[in-house]
């Protein structure tokens, strides 16, 4: 049923630098989540990328990038489906 | 400020030793020295009118007492005199005011500081982070194919039933 998303996911964190990621759905509850990535992010990971499409509501959803000196994460979202990459610098 | 805040106060010391502070009494008492006022006052009003002194009728008595009344509860500010203050004075006050704020805020900051736990911080060069490249191609192509293809992974999810979704409790029995 949902294996196709976790082939997506696995296929994701083997990219390099990538160690995580997350898919919540439009009420911000976990879809899936594989790698370094706790659930309890979908809900925040879902409402930036709400507020930050909320700043220009004709242009489509924008893609975020939060970076600290050793971590990065990029989330956007498409449809009802927002997705966050966690990536490491080092 | 002295004033109002000493209207309040009950401290009695504070102003009778004589030393002036921000809560020493800017009038002083009316009940306490209303006896002064009234004297001089009707003795004023008598002295003026000489001739009506002899003949005491109960109306000329109680004008008397109306005047009487009156005079007891006036307070008579330029006649109090006590605390005109000079130039030289506000500063001082206004001096030891601002210490004294400072040494309130001073003991309670320690309060304010425990909200100070932000997620949010200030960075020392902002103009560095700002000129950098928003996003790599390679991380924005990454996440936009990450999205579709779980988007087209989501889209596929259905339910397919393999056992009755009604089940008849108890029918067998009957």
Not at chain 1, 48 to 56: G, H, K, Q, V
Not at chain 1, 58 to 84: F, H, M, Q, W, Y
């Amino acid at each position: 049923m949902e294996k196709k998303l976790e082939t997506v996911m696995e296929e994701l964190i083997t990219r390099p630098g990538v160690i995580g990621c997350i898919f919540a759905d439009h009420q911000g509850l976990c879809l899936g989540v594989k790698g370094k990535a706790s659930t309890e992010s979908a809900g925040i990971i879902h409402a930036m990328a709400e507020e930050a499409a909320r700043l220009e509501p004709k242009s489509k959803p924008p893609v975020i990038l939060l970076e600290n000196d050793n971590r990065s994460c990029i989330l956007t979202t498409t449809g009802t489906l927002t997705g966050a990459i966690f990536k490491s610098l080092n | 400020m002295g004033c109002c805040y000493s209207f309040f106060c009950k401290d009695e010391n504070s102003s009778q030793t004589g030393d002036v502070n921000e809560r020493t009494h800017l009038l002083i008492d009316p009940v306490s020295n209303n006896s002064n006022v009234q004297r001089v006052n009707s003795e004023d009003i008598l002295s003026r009118n000489p001739n009506i002194l002899p003949k005491k009728t109960d109306e000329q008595s109680a004008l008397t007492r109306i005047l009487q009344e009156t005079a007891a509860n006036v307070i008579d500010v330029a006649a109090l005199g006590t605390h005109n203050l000079q130039q030289h004075d506000y500063l001082e006050r206004m001096k030891l005011y601002n210490v004294r704020v400072q040494q309130i805020l001073n003991n309670s900051r320690h309060k304010f500081n425990k909200k100070g736990n932000c997620i949010l911080q200030d960075i020392p060069n902002p103009e560095k982070v700002l000129n950098c490249d928003p996003i790599a191609a390679e991380d924005l192509n990454l996440i936009i194919s990450a999205v579709a293809g779980a988007s087209a992974a989501i889209s596929d999810i259905k339910v397919d039933h393999k056992e009755d979704l009604v089940v008849p409790f108890g029918l067998l029995n009957s």
